[in-house]
């Protein structure tokens, strides 16, 4: 039995949703077609904290048998937490075995140790755990000259859409990834990442992680989100001019920007590219890249199959239209299609942006809810807002504050794709 416990939680960002696979690899287009052979010497293999660790850190104190009856209270499996402890640790075995064996030097560390001395020796950085293991590594990474590999252990319960697709090369079938690898038989991916360049407010930016927000008894789906304290939590001084520095961390997956509370109305003014400002309310702004675009974003703007059929039915009622609305099948493929289209390529350079419940009335108007950008500006208008960035790190964006976001090709995080 593993007993790796680590020694302090950070919460990091979301795990993204289920992925459209099919969407995805059909809209691939921009991957770097790159098969020269990949011989690194070093690699970190990163370890996700598995939930038996998380609550044997949350009561270091316990026996077995007190944990498990504390689990147990609280309709916890035990034996299950233990089995998939048990079994995610023997996919990190099999990973540091097989470096090893293929003659590159690992080393194996949870999240509190990677820092930039462990990501500056390493020729490549492999993830084991899910999603938010491979978003933790991806914060600490800038630049494309280290490449992130992530490997789901736990394929049953886990989709790791960041992931090597787990069906034929999840982590306990790493020997298999390893020899694609090492034979080139991959392509480069480009995971566009989203920076952002605050303005327009005089006073210092602190980012609040949100684990300090947290509820001391964390559900598991947490524990994706924990991270270790960056040095980017540093606050961001402004120039003479009022004006802010570039943020330290860019997103892979999404911004949220919106009032702190769910039940507050949001208020700002949104320039897309060179349209002209709109004054807004609303429940916030997503924009995400093509990375984000399966989890929170596809989300909010998918269509169930009873949407469908009900404005299908609409417009035959409205029209000279006969659509067999009655045909599931019809229907389901219509929405399987538009549900699809949510999704683009992580490499594509732009931004998909979704204005959350708009108000319309005659004063304020939203001509449209969602689009895509390569350059979006907001400026806001409220007093308890914030700018979350994967979920994982909330800068305060209060009246005054200007948020430009925008795709840069060098801020892009390098990663392989498998055909």
């Known amino acids: 039995m593993h007993h790796r416990l680590f020694h302090r939680l950070i919460p990091i960002h ?37 939930r038996y660790e998380f609550e044997k850190r949350i009561f270091p104190d ?12 609280k309709r916890s499996d035990y034996d299950g937490l233990l089995e998939r402890h048990n079994r995610h640790y023997s996919c990190v075995d099999l990973v540091e075995r097989e ?58 319960r886990s989709a790791g859409c960041l992931c090597l697709p ?105 320039k897309v590219d060179d349209k002209p400002h709109m004054k807004e309310k609303s429940s916030g702004i997503t924009v995400c890249t093509g990375t984000g675009s399966t989890s929170w974003h596809f989300h909010i703007n998918q269509l169930s199959t009873d949407a469908v059929k009900n404005i299908l039915s609409i417009s035959n009622s409205l029209s000279s239209c006969k659509v067999p609305v009655e045909d599931t099948a019809l229907i389901r493929k219509v929405t399987k299609k ?34 895509f950008a390569k350059r979006i500006q907001i400026r806001s208008r409220m007093w308890d807002a914030h700018l979350v960035i994967d979920g994982g790190f909330s800068y305060k964006f209060n009246d005054g504050a200007i948020a430009t976001l925008e795709i840069h090709d060098e801020d892009a995080l390098k990663s392989v794709e498998f055909d």
């Open 166 to 270: 787990k069906d034929k090369y999840s982590a306990d079938q790493f020997d298999v990834a390893i020899k694609r690898l090492l034979d080139g038989d991959f392509r480069w991916l480009k995971r566009q990442r989203i920076r952002i360049t605050i303005s327009g407010h005089s006073e210092k930016l602190f980012p609040t992680e949100l684990k300090e927000e947290q509820l001391l008894y964390h559900e598991h789906r947490f524990l994706e989100h924990m991270n270790e304290k960056l040095e980017c939590s540093k606050p961001i001084d402004s120039d003479e001019n009022g004006n802010i520095e570039v943020l330290p961390i860019v997103a892979l997956n999404e911004v949220f920007i919106g009032e702190a509370h769910s039940s507050r109305v949001s208020y700002y003014e949104m």
């Open 62 to 73: 316990y026996t077995e048998q007190q944990l498990k009856d504390h689990l147990e209270s």
């Open 338 to 371: 538009f549900n699809e289209s949510l999704v683009f390529d992580p490499s594509e350079p732009r931004m998909a942006y979704t204005i959350r419940d708009p108000i319309r009335n005659d004063v304020f108007s939203v001509p449209c809810v969602k689009g």
């Open 99 to 156: 470096l090893r064996n293929n003659g590159i030097e690992a080393k194996v560390v949870q999240r509190f140790d990677l820092d930039n001395d462990l990501i500056g020796w390493a020729d490549v950085i492999f993830t084991a755990g899910g999603d938010g293991t491979f978003l933790l590594a991806a914060d600490k990474v800038r630049g494309q000259d280290k490449p992130v590999i992530g490997l789901n252990t736990d394929p049953r």
């Open 14 to 50: 979301r795990n993204p949703s289920a992925y459209l696979a099919a969407a995805s690899s059909s809209n691939s287009t921009s991957s770097l077609p790159n098969r020269t052979p990949f011989k690194p010497k070093t690699a970190v293999v990163l370890s996700k904290v598995t």
